[in-house]
């Protein structure tokens, strides 16, 4: 925080009072003041006594005293004005108010996290990020990921608390609330980061809010920004793994943009365009006369790597026996799923269905 920004209304308040007025920070070291022989001396034990009075005030060596409290309700600064009668209290009090205005407006302004934070929603012109960067003393070439965590079965503020214990270095890693269930961690990571890391990081946010709320999350991982103009973007790959993993991989918490693989493009695919391919590819019969049966055993004959023996082995059946289903299931498609190229076309049908599927329950939903 500038010293300037208190002594400016310091300055300005003089103009209403003959008593000495002024601002210490959490040591008692005066940082603002009428009298500026009192410039940068320091009040005893002030700093003692300060933390102690709360929202009231308190008198101290022919002063009185009203703290400033931070977001963490722990003391940064003070006002004092001369005197130890009503009015001093009353002035200390307008004081007080005057104070915290110009705090919050220069944090709104000049804050790290308030920089990162409207970076990542596109509020700041990108022009501009740069000037700020160097007026905050940003290092803005340094290796980030953005988390984007999402509480599922409720709610709870204390989370974002929970995640700042759990990254406490603020000028380097903040963490960010977004709206009432989502919270976004901008972390300052090592150029050599692997997406193994990551993950652990995730697990660690992941834990550390279920134990503490018993609170359900999904998370979205980043890839890495090299520059602080790529935190948007970042932050977006965060949001966009979180909403294709709620399609492609229902069952994970966590999901890395850097593994959606082909899920990521179908999502970006216009609904219109996904319904032609499903209906190019399945001429014979819709995808949708597929009992469940026979999708289970194409889901296991995917996941086997296309293993005829493995699967039939997995699904308890004799190979001449899935070998007969898998003959069905061409003349019912169109596709032979032995064959490579067509199983990778029946794969990714099965997915833009499932991504229709989705949207399809989202406008339901809505």
Do not use: W
Not at 53 to 72: I, P, Q, W
Not at 141 to 169: G, H, K, W, Y
Not at 326 to 334: A, D, E, M, S
């Amino acid at each position: 925080m500038s010293s300037r920004i208190f002594q400016s209304v310091i300055v300005q308040l003089k103009e209403t009072t003959a008593r000495t007025l002024g601002v210490v920070d959490n040591e008692g070291n005066v940082i603002a003041s009428s009298e500026l022989s009192l410039m940068g001396s320091h009040l005893a034990d002030a700093a003692e006594l300060i933390p102690m009075s709360g929202e009231k005030t308190t008198v101290y060596n022919g002063k009185t005293f009203k703290a400033v409290n931070g977001s963490d309700q722990n003391l940064e600064y003070a006002v004092f004005v001369e005197g130890v009668d009503d009015i001093a209290a009353s002035f200390c009090g307008m004081v007080t108010v005057a104070v915290s205005g110009a705090k919050a407006y220069y944090e709104e302004k000049y804050d790290k996290s308030a920089l990162v934070k409207n970076i990542i929603t596109e509020n700041i012109l990108p022009g501009d990020i740069y000037v700020h960067a160097k007026e905050l003393h940003f290092v803005a070439d340094v290796p980030r990921v953005v988390f984007f965590i999402r509480q599922l079965n409720r709610a709870d503020v204390s989370a974002l608390e929970v995640l700042r214990r759990l990254f406490p270095e603020k000028q380097r890693d903040f963490v960010i609330s977004i709206n009432e269930t989502d919270i976004a961690v901008v972390k300052e990571v090592p150029a050599s980061i692997e997406g193994k890391d990551t993950y652990k990081m995730a697990a660690s946010m992941e834990q550390a809010i279920s134990d503490e709320l018993k609170i359900k999350t999904v998370i979205g991982i980043s890839t890495t920004a090299h520059h602080l103009r790529e935190l948007a973007t970042r932050y977006k790959e965060a949001q966009t793994a979180i909403d294709v993993g709620k399609v492609f991989d229902t069952e994970k918490s966590i999901i890395n943009y850097e593994s959606l693989g082909i899920g990521r493009l179908i999502y970006q695919l216009p609904t219109t365009m996904c319904e032609m391919f499903l209906n190019e590819v399945f001429k014979k019969n819709p995808i949708d006369s597929l009992d469940e049966e026979t999708l289970g055993i194409i889901t296991e004959f995917f996941e086997n790597n296309l293993n005829i023996s493995e699967t039939s082995r997995k699904l308890f059946v004799h190979r001449n026996t899935l070998v007969y289903r898998l003959g069905k299931i061409k003349k019912l498609t169109g596709l032979d799923l032995r064959e490579f190229d067509q199983a990778i076309v029946f794969k990714v049908a099965l997915m833009v269905k499932k991504y229709l599927d989705s949207q399809k329950a989202a406008r339901r939903e809505h």
